[in-house]
Nanobody, 123 residues
Framework: QVQLVESGGGLVQAGDSLRLSCAASGRTFSTYAMGWFRQAPGKGREAVAA????????YYADSVKGRFTIARDNTKNAVLLQMNSQPPEEAADYYC????????????????WGQGTQVTVSS
């Protein structure tokens, strides 16, 4: 069992940056790939970024490429999501999740989820 706690959400102005963190419990963090998803009001949950166990391979949704960066620190059991130049339409609840497969970007592939952190982007 893995427990995930996201933090770092809040209110930002359009075009500003925000960094989300996800702290994971357990001593096997380095054996899991991780992902970030988001869900805007009235919409489905979508993958934003993912990173493999070592951090050597990443995936980004086309809409965030060049603006978002996912990273992990296996010594601290943490995964980060740096978000830059956010437009208002990216306001959503952001979730981190664990995948026991090498990597993936589909929701059903993920096994454990955090409670989410809310990001509000004002125009």
């Amino acid at each position: 069992q893995v427990q995930l706690v996201e933090s770092g959400g809040g209110l930002v102005q359009a075009g500003d940056s925000l960094r989300l963190s996800c702290a994971a419990s357990g001593r096997t963090f380095s054996t899991y790939a991780m992902g970030w998803f988001r869900q805007a009001p009235g919409k489905g949950r979508e993958a934003v970024a993912a990173i493999n166990r070592s951090g050597s391979t990443t995936y980004y949704a086309d809409s965030v490429k060049g603006r978002f960066t996912i990273a992990r620190d296996n010594t601290k059991n943490a995964v980060l999501l740096q978000m830059n130049s956010q437009p208002p339409e990216e306001a959503a609840d952001y979730y981190c999740a664990v995948i026991t497969r090498p990597l993936g970007y589909l929701q059903y592939m993920y096994d454990y989820w955090g409670q989410g952190t809310q990001v509000t982007v004002s125009s």
